[in-house]
């Protein structure tokens, strides 16, 4: 398996543009997961499905932020309109399962600059 | 008071001495304990899960301690390549609550 697919790896953009990230996960793993790391806040869980319906959203920062999965193998989160103070980098993960036996397999990240 | 806290460091250590930090956790309900690692520029990649009664991967050992609230993870013999920002998470509840700490930095040098 190729492991966790993210597209694109960098993105720049400008403040007020739609932003759309793209997640493939490994085949077969039920859980996927869209992390935001920065210096500051380190890493931060944003959303995660479970066989493809989100279970909590609870770390989205606001309604700009969006995420779908509309099947086992795709997922996008989408910034609208995006701002500086969203420059981050944005990793997904997916994982077998949850609890005590649980590995998060994380994707390479995708680099956002917000000018 | 974080839910989950550890050292930012760094932690300059000599190739082949022994390190250890810890990472706390405020929530008593706390499940499972990871320790990942992540390398520069890079995404975390699991080092190896705690379990209650500890334990040990080649140069690597866990620890939970549940009274006190805390995972620790030592490092024998450090090599250069240990060199990186660890990073502990820990877990909660039937619906899966996860927390991760902002990670510890190591820098081993020769």
């Known amino acids: 398996d190729a492991g966790v697919i993210q597209s694109p790896r960098h993105e720049v953009t400008e403040m007020g543009q739609e932003v759309t990230l793209r997640c493939k996960p490994i085949?077969?793993?039920?859980?996927l997961f869209w992390y935001r790391q920065t210096m500051m806040r380190g890493l931060e869980l944003l959303i995660y499905?479970?066989?493809?319906?989100?279970?909590?959203d609870s770390g989205m920062p606001e309604d700009r932020f969006s995420a779908k999965m509309p099947n086992a193998s795709f997922s996008t989160l989408k910034i609208q309109p995006s701002e500086p103070r969203d420059s981050a980098v944005y990793f997904c993960?997916?994982?077998?399962?949850?609890?005590?036996?649980?590995?998060?397999?994380f994707g390479p990240g995708t680099r956002l600059t917000v000018t | 008071r974080k839910e989950v806290e550890q050292d930012p460091g760094p932690f300059n250590v000599p190739e082949g001495a022994t390190v250890a930090f810890n990472c706390t956790y405020s929530?008593?309900?706390?499940?499972?304990f990871f320790w990942y690692r992540q390398d520069c520029r890079k995404e975390p990649k699991l080092l190896m899960s705690?379990?209650?009664?500890?334990n040990e991967d080649g140069r690597f050992t866990a620890q939970l301690n549940r009274a006190s609230q805390y995972i620790s993870l030592l490092i024998r013999d450090s090599k250069l390549s240990d060199s990186a920002t660890y990073l502990c998470?820990?877990?909660?509840?039937?619906?899966?609550?996860?927390?991760w700490g902002a990670g510890t930095k190591l820098i081993i040098k020769p």
């Open positions: 705690v379990y209650s009664s500890g």
């Open positions: 998470v820990v877990t909660w509840g039937g619906n899966y609550q996860l927390i």
């Open positions: 085949s077969g793993h039920d859980y």
């Open positions: 993960a997916s994982s077998l399962g949850a609890g005590t036996s649980f590995e998060q397999y």
């Open positions: 499905f479970n066989n493809n319906v989100p279970i909590d």
């Open positions: 929530n008593s309900a706390s499940q499972s």
